[in-house]
């Protein structure tokens, strides 16, 4: 089945770094990628739309100047939380879109295990 | 902006009895999914419902898709340990390639 490799798993840095998310598509090809955040306890709350080879579509209220999203290859997409800050810390989960089978044809979502970041 | 909200917010059942989360959208959908996440792990996918009406089963989960493709509910009967875990509800923004969870339903099973 489609796997979803997210690295790292977790981190922790401090204040004023910069932390990059990897998240790769392993097994097909992902023309479109979506950033979740979560916090604990609650719902995925859909950050940002990463398409290849173009630039990616915010969510109102996410700052893209923060939230750096690079989508460079069908099968890789990057986020950048940069200056991060305590109150960045959180669980980001991607996901790739999909179809499930040639059966139903389903548009599915494989997420990756998602990065815990930890700013210190 | 789009909103999926789902109730109970938790539920505690003990082990045998039945289970039911109830999602509802603001907006109408063109597609809805439901993914199921374990304590401390990510969202898996569990089906799609598609047509108004739609019902669709998988051994003792029920998925149904209201008429007005604006609700749906995931029902489990006689529910196990393993059933542990939130169950999110997705739907599919018509004309875009988003999918906005709804709140999440967090169940635990006692056995």
Redesign the interface.
């Given at each position: 089945g489609a796997v979803v490799s997210q690295h790292p798993s977790w981190v922790i840095c401090k204040s004023g770094t910069s932390v990059k998310i990897e998240c790769r598509s392993l097994d097909f090809q992902a023309t479109t990628m979506f950033w979740y955040r979560q916090f604990p306890k609650q719902s995925l709350m859909l950050m940002a739309t990463s398409n290849e080879g173009s630039k990616a579509t915010y969510e109102q209220g996410v700052e893209k100047d923060k939230f750096l999203i690079n989508h460079a290859s069908l099968t890789l997409s990057t986020l950048t939380v940069t200056s991060a800050h305590p109150e960045d810390s959180s669980f980001y989960i991607c996901s790739a879109k999909h179809r499930e089978s040639l059966l139903s044809g389903a548009n599915v979502l494989t997420f990756g295990a998602g990065s815990r970041l930890t700013v210190l | 902006?789009q909103q999926v909200m789902q109730i109970p917010q938790y539920q505690h059942v003990q082990e045998g009895e039945d289970f039911t989360t109830y999602c509802n959208s603001s907006t109408t959908l063109s597609?809805i999914?439901w993914?199921k996440q374990r304590p401390g792990?990510?969202?898996?996918?569990l089906i799609?419902l598609?047509k108004s009406g739609e019902v669709k089963k998988q051994k003792r989960l029920t998925f149904q898709f209201g008429e007005a493709k604006k609700n749906s509910s995931l029902h489990i009967t006689a529910t196990q340990t393993t059933d542990v875990g939130t169950y999110?509800c997705?739907g599919h923004i018509s004309g875009t390639?988003?999918?906005?969870?709804?709140?999440?339903t967090?169940l635990k099973v006692l056995a």
């Open positions: - | 902006g597609n999914q993914y792990g990510h969202p898996v996918f799609q598609v999110f997705a390639y988003k999918y906005i969870f709804g709140t999440g967090r």
